[in-house]
């Protein structure tokens, strides 16, 4: 399996961006997509995750009510709506499969994309 991440830049506080995680490979009902970031200096943590085949959707406290996911199965492609970003949200985010919500890093990781909140 690969994911591709993607929609990263540079934008004002209080903007928004969408980002795409496009899945290749074998992906089934129990697995996880998963969101996680990495800002500089610190450790990745969770951001966001859905279920492939339930509604079910997971958020750090940190990003509720800001963030959205959400996904095309026909596209296999996993979205990341974050609308009134701060500059605490700049970070590289990635995104991955796994079987449960959160940072593991024994799951499938794609490359980041690199999120920049100017202040």
């Known amino acids: 399996v690969q994911l591709q991440a993607s929609g990263g830049g540079l934008v004002q506080a209080g903007g928004s961006l969408r980002l795409s995680c496009e899945v290749s490979?074998?992906?089934?009902?129990?697995?996880?997509i998963n969101w996680v970031r990495q800002a500089p200096g610190k450790e990745r943590e969770f951001v966001a995750a859905?279920?492939?085949?339930?509604?079910?959707?997971y958020y750090a406290d940190s990003v509720k009510g800001r963030f959205t996911i959400s996904r095309d199965n026909a596209k296999k492609t996993v979205y990341l709506e974050m609308n009134n970003l701060k500059p605490e949200d700049t970070a590289v985010y990635y995104c991955?499969?796994?079987?449960?919500?959160?940072?593991?890093?024994?799951?499938?990781w794609g490359q980041g994309t690199l999120v920049t909140v100017s202040s």
């Open positions: 991955g499969r796994n079987t449960s919500p959160g940072w593991d890093p024994s799951g499938f």
């Open positions: 490979g074998r992906i089934f009902s129990s697995h996880v």
């Open positions: 859905i279920r492939w085949n339930d509604p079910r959707k």
